[in-house]
């Protein structure tokens, strides 16, 4: 009688997915120097992710001419309010890219050499809101 091996394949258990791990995101930045390693985990990479994102301009990614960041060259124009339209509909298009946030009440405010951006992020896998605070400066660059 010949004997079916299916019957002999044992599948090893899967985690319950419902059940959330205490480390949900898993990623790698060598910007952090005071640590050992350079894996960051859930907010700290969710927020460098971002960080990210608002550092690549508008165009600058190869093969994805609409991702990236307008703010860089709306920073030496005047802040009328279709430039500040322009600006929140971006704002909102980078964070609302990102699966793991969801943005809401975006502020911007000009300061003396830059732009200021302010907005609240909820973290969806943790529901947990945090205010976000960036500026775009036109000598330093971006100012987390």
């Not at 009328?80 to 909102?92: G, P, R």
Request: with cysteine.
């Amino acid at each position: 009688m010949a004997t079916n091996l299916y019957d002999k394949i044992v599948l090893p258990a899967r985690p319950n997915p419902s059940i959330a791990s205490p480390q949900m995101y898993r990623g790698f930045s060598t910007l952090n120097s005071t640590t050992q390693n350079f894996t960051l985990y859930d907010f700290e990479l969710i927020k460098q992710d971002l960080l990210n994102h608002f550092n690549v301009r508008m165009g600058e990614r190869l093969m994805q001419p609409g991702f990236g960041c307008i703010i860089w060259e709306m920073l030496f124009e005047p802040l009328t309010e279709q430039v500040k339209d322009l600006i929140v509909q971006n704002v909102n298009q980078i964070l609302n890219a990102d699966p793991r946030v969801s943005a809401g009440n975006i502020q911007i405010t000009p300061y003396d050499t830059g732009l200021q951006i302010q907005c609240t992020l909820t973290y969806l896998p943790y529901n947990i809101s945090q205010d976000l605070k960036l500026q775009f400066d036109q000598a330093n660059g971006l100012i987390s």
